[in-house]
């Protein structure tokens, strides 16, 4: 179900302090903390005893103390005090995840740690350039990563879904251009002689006739990073107003995922009226995702069983990114069966920290 040997954004780095903080990813339930050299620790929240969430306990030195009976488990996972005796079970630790701090996110890997490779984090220093500034939202959308990605990758729902903010018809209007290099596919759509979106416009006191382009990067399967933005007619693109929209994908169970957004423009750098209303139009238009794609999750969950999506030419680079991800599983679930049977993992209802 879950691409699990993959790094997933389990966090804002503001979000883990010493004090536990509990996420669910791929129904794996992470406790994250600090050690006093604030280092992020990622183990699973799940005390050796008798599975009471770590998340519940608190932090002592660079150790998790579980709140039930005060096992206390170092940042490698490794149990190292139990006060009821003297001596230690040797089962008595807790898986530990490979964690990765950058600009401003928390990366967990969830599969084979043996795999982890730091390097494969994707790129998303905009977040922290001093050039560029940034607007940044958290959701819990009721609804599968996949039907986040599929809105990701067909942007033409802007025409009907964000009519007020970032939409308009001739969006639509335009076809794409799909390229794939390696997990990643690439959108991208020119919109050549248009008005700016009423949202853009605002912020960037934009009138008259612009080209206005998408491109949207698809790492398959944790992050979409669009390169936005509207320039002069016929001007390179990187003569315009530039916006990098970073959408970290953190699927928490097969009906719930994790959104972490962040927008970023290297316009208006420094005014904060106009951070201000990015904020707030861009929550309007997340808020909008969220309505919409829950109501999608119900229609799934309803669907038909052997009744599926009917694709067009819009949905190409949906079209390539669902088999990239079907090959990523199938890799997993092959060397999964070569190595002997899985252990049942039992289903994990999602808590927000």
Request: glycine residues 6%; hydrophobic residues 40%.
């Amino acid at each position: 179900m879950y691409v699990l040997n993959t790094w997933y954004v389990a966090a804002w780095s503001t979000e883990v302090t010493r004090k536990p903080v509990r996420r669910v990813i791929c129904e794996q339930p992470i406790v994250l903390f600090r050690t006093q050299d604030n280092q992020a620790i990622a183990l699973a929240d799940r005390c050796a005893h008798r599975a009471f969430p770590l998340s519940e306990g608190r932090t002592i030195g660079d150790s998790v103390e579980c709140g039930y009976h005060g096992f206390t488990y170092g940042p490698d996972g490794i149990c190292t005090k139990v006060p009821a005796q003297s001596s230690i079970p040797e089962r008595a630790k807790v898986r530990k995840y490979p964690v990765v701090e950058q600009d401003g996110w928390i990366w967990v890997w969830t599969g084979d740690p043996e795999l982890a490779d730091p390097a494969d984090v994707p790129d998303t220093h905009w977040m922290v350039d001093p050039e560029w500034a940034t607007v940044t939202h958290s959701y819990n959308f009721k609804c599968r990563a996949d039907l986040i990605h599929d809105n990701l990758l067909d942007l033409t729902h802007e025409s009907f879904l964000h009519k007020t903010t970032v939409g308009d018809d001739y969006i639509y209007e335009h076809g794409i251009t799909v390229e794939v290099e390696g997990n990643v596919v690439s959108v991208d759509r020119l919109m050549p002689s248009v008005e700016a979106p009423p949202l853009y416009a605002e912020t960037m006191d934009a009138r008259g006739l612009f080209d206005r382009f998408h491109c949207t990067e698809f790492f398959v399967p944790n992050l979409h990073v669009l390169h936005s933005g509207i320039t002069g007619e016929g001007k390179p693109r990187e003569d315009g107003y530039l916006i990098k929209v970073l959408n970290g994908i953190t699927p928490i169970d097969a009906h719930n995922s994790w959104y972490y957004y962040a927008f970023s423009r290297n316009f208006a750098v420094n005014n904060e009226q106009a951070t201000e209303d990015l904020r707030v139009g861009l929550a309007t238009v997340l808020d909008e995702d969220a309505s919409a794609l829950e109501a999608q999750e119900i229609g799934m969950q309803t669907r038909p069983e052997g009744e599926f999506d009917v694709l067009i030419a819009q949905d190409g680079g949906v079209a390539k990114a669902r088999r990239i991800l079907s090959a990523l599983l199938k890799k997993e679930q092959q060397a999964k069966s070569a190595a002997g049977p899985a252990v049942r993992r039992e289903p994990v209802a999602p808590r927000t920290a």
